[in-house]
């Protein structure tokens, strides 16, 4: 019962209703792990209340205090690390590894938002008029929604919450019906570095609600949650996106990925096979940064293929809590067989499948064996995201083919190149190359750093999350002029003499 001591760490253990209420099923055996009381739809517009109430006391706490709460945020979610880690591991099912690392995402996050709790720089901006001044600030927007997924339940909450709090606004975090329980974990570690911050926090500034679409829906129409950030599927993106627009909101959208590799003849093929490996398998290519499309030198391509034969033919598959696993399961039934479809129709279209079959890995739990499907061309369901790790193989005869095909596809979230050839490799960064927010060099799509700013264009939305300057989504931007001496010029030089 090694899932309890866990849950009661933060304070999950006790006994929830058993009828109603969200249930909470470990992929790893399909074990029931609690079921968690949903938030009445019609607590929303109060949750709403209470959070613009938040944000006109945060607002006025300065930014630097505002930091020290997210300093206190990291503090406590490196003491709690291995729990929310390991929570992470039994409700979606990823490797241990990969648990931690979710969470060390968080930590880093945290650590750049304190840094950044210093620095949200404006501009002095030179005025043409004499005796004036402009300068650009940036101001608290608001309260943030937040909705996030199964794949990573706890980090990419953390990326907006971290960031809105600095930036001066409340949060309030609508987490994938899949992971209720990583949701609530992370709100008590919250709560925890609340508890030690002081009195100048207000009450509601991080609040979570469990439930389905529908409470989604009431941040995405109210008026009241001025930014918007939405992570999952291109399908919710084009929901989302349109509705928050209506009402003036400004959504950040971080939606599908469809994320290719080409791999060059001059590539070092043994580095190219691991970077290969770790993001079409890793977390059973359930992230959005995983790798879909395989686009090879066709003058390699029996070599690579070859090599990734024998890797996957290796590869362990089954409970990820085990230290020998590098696959986990897919989150639920759904997925397998939305995985099998998608096998499927690519048979149809031609392609060779290698793999890709549902395992009883841990009875009750949902297991496939990674796939290799050798595609003749760039098909319609090579174009379409399906969360599983099933990777398309295709060849290029010139390196600007292999570019319009890395760019052929709707999504526009992760991509790379595996060259030692100095013009391929700046050629694909350019203007001219890969056309999506991540653009990599000998490294995989997947496992980007905090200090970038995460998103991509097209289908993937256009949202940019986490470093760089990703905080000014969370912020709203003001003008000033200030006139100084005692006359009165217009700009432009206008004249207008009353
Ligand atoms: C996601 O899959 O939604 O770049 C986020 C990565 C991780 C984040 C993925 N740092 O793979």
Redesign the pocket.
């Known amino acids: 019962m090694q899932h309890l001591a866990i849950l009661k760490s933060f304070d999950l253990a006790t006994p929830v209703p058993t009828e109603g209420g969200f249930p909470s099923r470990s992929p790893i055996d399909g074990i029931e792990l609690a079921r968690v009381p949903g938030t009445p739809l019609s607590e929303m517009p109060k949750m709403i209340a209470r959070s613009r109430k938040a944000f006109q006391a945060w607002r006025r706490v300065p930014a630097p205090r505002r930091g020290e709460l997210v300093r206190l945020l990291g503090e406590e979610l490196r003491r709690a690390k291995a729990d929310l880690g390991g929570l992470v591991t039994l409700e979606v099912g990823k490797i241990v590894s990969e648990g931690l690392g979710e969470v060390q ?1 968080m930590i880093d996050i945290c650590d750049f938002a304190v840094g950044l709790s210093r620095q949200l720089y404006g501009l002095t901006i030179a005025s043409e008029r004499p005796g004036h001044a402009m300068r650009e600030t940036w101001h608290p927007i608001g309260p943030c929604g937040v909705i996030t ?1 199964f ?2 339940p706890v ?2 909450w953390s990326w907006n919450a971290a960031l809105a709090l600095v930036c001066g606004n409340p949060v309030i975090w609508k987490p994938s019906e899949k992971t209720p329980l990583t949701a609530l974990a992370c709100q008590e570690i919250f709560n925890r570095a609340l508890a030690r911050f002081g009195d100048d926090a207000p009450a509601d500034l991080v609040q979570v609600v469990i439930g389905g679409a529908e409470l989604g829906e009431s941040l995405v129409d109210s008026k009241d949650v001025p930014v918007l950030s939405a ?1 999952g599927s291109t399908r919710m993106g084009a929901i989302v996106g349109p509705r928050v627009m209506a009402r003036w909101g400004r959504p950040i959208l ?1 939606l599908g990925g469809n994320n290719a590799m080409i791999v060059a003849p001059s590539a070092d093929l043994d580095m190219a096979v691991r970077a290969i490996v770790f993001s079409a398998v890793g977390t059973a290519g359930q ?3 995983s790798l879909r499309r395989l686009i090879v030198h066709r003058d390699i391509k029996e070599a690579l293929l070859a090599k990734l034969k024998s890797a996957y033919a290796s590869l362990p598959v089954g409970d990820p809590r085990e230290a020998s696993t590098l696959v986990g399961p897919l989150i639920d039934a759904d997925a397998l067989a939305a995985m099998q479809a998608a096998l499927d129709a690519a048979r149809s279209e031609g392609g060779t499948v290698y793999g890709g079959e549902v395992l009883e890995a841990v009875s009750g739990g949902t297991y496939a064996a990674p796939a290799l499907v050798d595609m003749p061309a760039q098909t319609r369901t090579v174009e379409a995201e399906t969360f599983a790790p099933i990777l398309y193989v295709m060849t290029y005869s010139d390196f600007a083919e292999a570019i319009d095909m890395q760019n052929a596809v709707p999504q526009g979230l992760s991509s790379c190149v595996f060259t030692l050839n100095l013009r391929e490799a700046e050629l694909f960064i350019s203007a001219e190359g890969s056309d999506c927010g991540l653009a990599n060099v000998n490294i995989g799509p ?3 750093e905090i200090g970038g700013a995460f998103g991509g264009e097209k289908e993937t939305g256009g949202g940019r999350e986490s470093g760089s300057d990703a905080w000014k989504g969370y912020m709203r931007r003001q003008t000033s002029t200030v006139n100084y001496s005692d006359a009165l010029p217009l700009a432009q030089g206008v004249r207008f003499d009353v």
């Open positions: 995402e997924a794949n990573f980090a990419v992570t971080e992230r959005c940064t997947s496992g980007a």
